[in-house]
């Protein structure tokens, strides 16, 4: 039994990500793939400049694009992925889930709002009990819920590992990859022999995300973390995966041998795009490395490496799969997480 | 009145930096260069692969490299700057000191000995003192100063101007250019694409070596600053000019205004090779970047900008010239003070 | 006695570069800026976002920006420098041209027309002459000026100085760099980890280009140079300078020796833009590299080396500073010999 | 019924991408590892600093490494493949064969002797024919058989397609990765922003092993084939794919379609590591390029592109991996045809 699915902003560069990961999924097919109306109408082959290493996949190739429309939409899709920029997300979106359709988004546009699910599955899956209460609030048949952004993902499940300790703070600098930006979010110009030690806005949602993601969620709404989060976000010239060097001050004494242990007992699961092993800890210390490690679990492993100890906790690196892990493939799995929690 | 000199390690990467920077100085004219016995006795010109940018000053070319031995340095040469690895270093640079000569030495051995100065001349000139008990405990007629490690030269004015504040804590990531690894120290096959989050010794160095340049010398002993400072250490494919993100923890409340102003207030001195301003800080986000602003005061310079406050302080970016300002350049000035300090 | 001139496009990336070159130049002084009607009307300081290496000059920064139109431009303006999309060239360069304004044009628009000068003074100062008849067969009081693409004044130079060996064919390869495409040109995307084997259009101005320099002018017209040229253009990860692999085959032969000689002797002229030496040779076989040898003359140099003998001719290396000798410097260096030549 | 093979050099890079294709590999199994005698009694595991992209072997990683010794060599292994420095493998080489061991070398000696064949198995697999010759000359109960250089191998297949109109001559520049100069083999400071016009010995490598690839073999020696060949080889930022521009001047006028079509018609083979297609040739000018092109037919394969006419023939892209198919896949695909015709 598969659930036939939709993607929004189908022709953009997590769009075809989607399309990539859709391909041959045991839960989903591809039913109709949206775009702006100056695609709509054309054979999405035609429509998407492909970017992406795999070729794309023939059925979806010879779809038609729709535009981004409630009416557009055919009756046997129930779920469509979305990544959008957040104002277009914003407008485009609501109609959408009023419209009896649940979205999967990657689109940081009410990642924040109080009845509006942010989810990594393995972390906090608990917190789609929040659809309850925005079924109630909004009146949708549908529903909206959120993935964080690529560097809060990146981090988040190591700081899972250690909540066990207390995290009283955290203090994390992210080197994070071009693509990251979007396919022309960087140009040459910029990156070739440079560092760039500012990403608009993300930032603030490192500080706020990580919060809510490790929040508890008491069947109402969610307690937002107490820990303090600082973050210092850097652009480098990195094809994909952002590394992060993360500073978690805790309220209990650890050794890098229990930060590692516990890191490793985030459990995966036993959903199909879940990693196994969900966190992968390195003993060396210039481990995780960009190119080295961002394809571990087929990109949606994240890894960690270099704990030390420090006089009020740990300092480690983090990394993930930004456009994979950290956008496309988070929406995918939360996709997946709702069929198996029965929201569909 | 010029010094004549000597460059001691000539053929390396710093010691081209240093023929470079000595080339029509007003106060030193280079009279030996050194170097490993395999070239000794070979035309300077021959014997240093030239990697710099600007040409090999004739009369140096000309120069005859000697073997780095007391016995080989000619009776008019009074100050040599040093740049070699640390271990040897540690057997070349006592006999030359003991044998009279003043040795300014970009080398980290012994940065953290009690009776060796380590010193920014715009920040701590006066632990130049320290050379007097030097040349008690050691009877030396020369004498042996260091400058610090060029991850740390980059931080530490940015914090002297934030330490009427009150300094608690130093949170500090690094993005470090190849070219601090030496010519051959970072191969193309690790860094393209890519990012390394070790780099080893450098946490301990900057950890350390910052206490040492923070702390007050009261004539007999230098007291460490009590602040606490963690780094972490990564190397990213920009050629010349560390960039690191600094979080410090203050006593006082302070506005990032106040904080701009005060880093500006460091002071230049009034030496050839002391830029002025000393101190520049950007009001955009997203400067200084290496590529853009490492050539500050002729690479002299040190940079700051993205002034952010934090709950517990300051969150900022700065920037220096890693083998200008952050080795050979540091040993120069450092020279440029002990004439002016009368050490000679 | 200084010349009063206006830049055309004095936004963009080559417009900023007009107003580098041209501070404290000995025969020219910027009068006015222009560019399209969106900036019109502020002050250049803040429509032109200023990304070159040194400071924008403080008068320049204070100009109002005026629309690109004869009836703004004031009257003691002569001499026009202009860099803008060919298709934009092509409409407001005429009506300059007509309005009495001399243009020396950066843009591919009209570079080989039978009545437009295309110059590199160094190689076909004499070529100005066309001028008279552009001026009785446009009726223009003004007059149009071209200097060549960036890729084909790296190469011609060096073919000139081969010429008297007598040029048969050329075969020409290059490794261009990003800011060649402008400084959004290249995607960060596009080049890390990568190179592209195709500049649109590029290939053919090397090919028509070429032979317009090297022909002959008898007063009336220019007649093309009779060698067959042929082009394959990459766009590599350097940030400025143009690497090219050329074969020349010769009727006559000659030793590797002859031809770096034949380099060498090609004269530089005593105008302030043109460097001395003109062509450096290298006798390495690894030399010229754009980032170590793109500086030469102020980036004014043209570079050779690695000259090799093949059976038909010679096979070596050449390089130039795209965008200061293959843009900005060159129409400026050609306004230099409009000054001399007496044509304002 | 599979053949036991060893690796000699096992622990460089290309030693590794030898462990990395043989697994699982239906002809081969590794039954023997060697590398000289600093790592000699050591397991692979700890002896190799295992770099390549999938995790060592098991079986392989347990294994104790040998010296290079026809006396350490166990009694069942018939073939070795080699990857070594040319002036060690012509050390090393001839006595393994001497003592009966076919060597699938992919060391650069003795490539051009005339008794030892060169071959990439698509294009001149019966040049095997000439081991009957090396047998009776050298008395050899082994034998020694090449693959050509990665640059090399780049350009002949698509020259093999073009050859039935006729070649004359080719002019080749290559725009090299810097995995084929070896893990260490290119600083990050040489090839930031920069590229490298020359290889030393690289450009007669093509010029000499290409005209022996495509020569004819009569059954008892090869006649070179009559094209000159002039190549120009270039080293840029990237880190796997030879990217190469060539023009192949023909004997007869052939449109860009009889070009691809020439070149897609060179059969694949039915060997395991054989890709199919074994040309990929695109239609877009700015295809194939290193990143997006490099693992077609799991890196084995070879791509053109860009094909246009010229006055002379054409002129086109190649690209290939070149340590897949420059280096050891080749030596692997030239083990598996000694299988099938029966050699050993």
């Known amino acids: 039994m598969t659930t036939t699915v939709g993607i929004v902003g189908a022709t953009g560069a997590v769009g075809q990500r989607f399309v990539q990961l859709l391909e041959d999924h045991p839960?989903?097919?591809?039913?109709?793939?949206?775009?702006?109306p100056s695609s709509a109408g054309r054979p999405y082959r035609e429509a998407a400049k492909w970017r992406v290493d795999t070729p794309i996949p023939d059925h979806v190739g010879d779809l038609t694009v729709r535009a981004t429309d409630p009416a557009e939409i055919p009756d046997d899709v129930e779920l469509l992925f979305s990544s959008l920029p957040s104002s277009v997300a914003a407008e485009v979106e609501p109609p959408l889930c009023e419209a009896g359709y649940v979205v999967s988004s990657n689109s940081s546009n009410e990642r924040m709002a109080e009845d509006v699910p942010l989810v990594i599955p393995e972390i906090?899956?608990?917190?789609?009990?929040?659809?309850?209460?925005?079924r109630d609030e909004r009146g949708w048949d549908g529903a909206l819920i959120k993935n964080p952004n690529?560097?809060?993902?990146?981090m988040v499940p190591t700081l899972a590992g250690l909540d066990g300790f207390g995290i009283e703070s955290v203090h994390v600098a992210t080197l994070q990859a071009v693509s990251g930006a979007g396919y022309s979010g960087v140009t040459s110009m910029e990156i070739i022999d440079n560092a760039l030690p500012h990403i608009g806005g993300e930032?603030?949602?490192?500080?706020?995300?990580?919060r809510k993601l490790l929040g508890s969620f008491d069947g109402g709404e969610v307690a937002l973390h107490e820990m303090d989060v600082s973050a210092s976000c850097n652009r480098v010239a990195t094809l994909d995966g952002h590394l992060e060097n993360v500073w978690a001050d805790l309220a209990e004494d650890v050794t890098t041998a229990e930060a590692a242990e516990a890191m490793r007992a985030v459990p995966s699961l036993d959903l199909p795009s879940s990693p196994d092993p969900f966190i992968t800890v390195f003993d060396e210390p210039d481990r995780p490395q960009p190119r080295l490690d961002r394809t571990l679990g087929d990109g949606m492993g994240v890894a960690a490496g270099g704990i030390q100890e420090t006089p009020d906790g740990v300092l480690y690196n983090a990394l993930a799969h930004n456009t994979i892990r950290g956008a496309a493939g988070a929406s995918v799995l939360n996709g997946e997480l709702l069929i198996?929690?029965?929201w569909l």
């Open 27 to 36: 839960f989903f097919e591809i039913g109709v793939v949206t775009a702006s």
């Open 124 to 134: 906090n899956g608990d917190h789609l009990g929040i659809l309850d209460v925005q």
């Open 150 to 154: 690529c560097s809060t993902i990146t």
């Open 203 to 210: 930032e603030e949602k490192m500080e706020t995300e990580s």
């Open 340 to 342: 198996e929690q029965g």
